[in-house]
């Protein structure tokens, strides 16, 4: 899984942590040779996201445990549906079972938020994307989610773009001399990185367009109002991306002021995992 190149390292120290010495539970209350099936059931309507991940879990406990996948990540699910099938050792399958749905219902909840929000701006042109407002050690699993939910990936992490914000600002002695020292540390490291700066007013985004030097202006918590006249300052020259306490209630008003992106920290950091089961099938 290209996504998460370390997956299976991840998936040794999840294993670790919740199996610990063993599965006793299931040590003691089933034969080692045992074999069976189960079914993931969808318990209320969303998107399915971790699919491939689910995957990956289960051989990496058995590598011969058979999978009957019947819905796709990204894929839309109602209560019901049979997402996918595992059958082979009872004691394989019964160890990975918790893993396995913490992992989905996370990613399909992740989908299912983003892809609420992307629908409330369809039309528009504008681009809903996620924050670096993610859970340690999943970033990749939960950025993946919100692709697979239809929305678009900001950075990564703070080595893949400059992303010059309020408090780099103000350490820096203002918006101007913030850009000159990042273009003259690019410059010195040779390195090609998109440049992102925040603005906080008006006045703000005139600095920026006086200085030049950006790729993207960050509209931070700016109104409906103050968005539209933003974005007729910048008139094209500069992607533009709205951000800052971005609700389901106002997003579309950004979205029509003609931003090219609309960043939602809640698309990771507020959701609700989706209700998924896993249940033993005779």
Avoid at 6 to 12: C, E, M, P, R, V
Avoid at 127 to 145: F, H, N, Q, W, Y
Avoid at 192 to 210: A, F, I, K, N, Y
Wanted: with cysteine.
């Amino acid at each position: 899984m290209n996504v998460f190149p370390d997956l299976d390292s991840a998936i040794d120290r999840w294993f670790a942590e919740d199996i610990g010495t063993g599965d006793h539970t299931t040590l003691g209350t089933i034969p080692g040779d045992a074999t069976g099936s189960v079914a993931m059931l969808a318990k209320e309507e969303g998107f399915v996201a971790g699919i491939r991940v689910a995957e990956r879990i289960f051989h990496r406990m058995d590598r011969d445990l058979k999978l009957e996948i019947s819905i796709q990540d990204g894929q839309a699910i109602v209560p019901g549906d049979t997402i996918l099938c595992v059958t082979g050792k009872v004691h394989s399958i019964l160890q990975c079972e918790r893993l396995v749905l913490n992992v989905m219902q996370r990613m399909s909840g992740i989908a299912t938020t983003t892809r609420e929000y992307v629908k409330l701006v369809e039309g528009t042109g504008a681009r809903v994307i996620d924050t670096r407002k993610t859970s340690p050690g999943l970033r990749l699993l939960e950025k993946e989610a919100v692709r697979l939910g239809g929305g678009t990936n900001h950075r990564f992490g703070l080595h893949d773009m400059i992303l010059i914000k309020d408090n780099h600002i103000d350490f820096a002695g203002g918006i101007r001399q913030a850009i000159r020292a990042v273009t003259g540390y690019l410059d010195t490291h040779h390195l090609h990185l998109p440049v992102e700066v925040e603005t906080r007013s008006l006045r703000d985004v005139e600095e920026v367009l006086s200085v030049g030097g950006v790729d993207r202006i960050m509209l931070d918590n700016f109104t409906v109002e103050q968005t539209r006249e933003a974005v007729k300052l910048v008139a094209g020259r500069y992607e533009t991306e709205s951000s800052g306490g971005i609700t389901r209630e106002t997003i579309r008003g950004y979205a029509e002021c003609g931003v090219d992106y609309i960043s939602v920290g809640a698309l990771t950091h507020h959701i609700k995992s989706l209700d998924l089961s896993l249940k033993a099938e005779f």
